[in-house]
């Protein structure tokens, strides 16, 4: 069984530039969630996607936004991107989200390097 | 809103010992995960934990959950060298499906 894909692995923006990247769920998941990984603030929740809806949010600035296609496969925007922006993007997957003690699998990850 | 502290935040063991990775919460989590980060890799789900009272072992690691306490631990029994990871506890609550991450023990057991 595939793990959760995410694509690209490596990317490297200049300033200002915009950014979409890519995240495949486990087959069966609905639900997919993104994190920000940096070694200052560590693993932030992004946003979390189910059934196409966003459910929840986290305090990342408008810049940051998803959006989750009908086959449950979901994208990130990044507008506008600034040094801070640098950072590990993980998404996860899982089947429902609601309840019960299920898994949340993890992709390796997109690394955006913003110079 | 939800807290999560870790303790310690490093931590070098000899092979063979024995060791406890400390996880506290500030308000009521419904769900408590334990997961293991290499370097430069994702992370691994290890456990997740629901009731109280609740644990899980795996292998060499095993987790446990009092939510009275708002306490979880990681015990690490004979620790070897592939343990050597970033092991990280997150809680979330049913129906704000968002984790909110400790800032990790780095874990090296030496040879």
Known sequence: KAGVTQTPRYLIKTRGQQVTLSCSPISGHRSVSWYQQTPGQGLQFL???????????????????GRQFSNSRSEMNVSTLELGDSALYLCASSIWRVGGDEKLFFGSGTQLSVL | ELKVEQNPLFLSMQEGKNYTIYCNYSTTSDRLYWY????????????????????????????????????????????VHDLSATYFCAGDSFGNEKLTFGTGTRLTIIP
């Open chain 1, 47 to 65: 946003f979390e996607y189910f059934s196409e809806t966003q459910r929840n949010k986290g305090n990342f600035p408008g810049r940051f936004s």
């Open chain 2, 36 to 79: 293991r980060q290499d370097p430069g890799k994702s992370l691994e789900s290890l456990f997740v934990l629901l009731s109280n009272g609740a644990v899980k072992q795996e292998g060499r690691l095993m987790a446990s959950l009092d939510t009275k306490a708002r306490l979880s631990t990681l015990h690490i029994t004979a620790a």
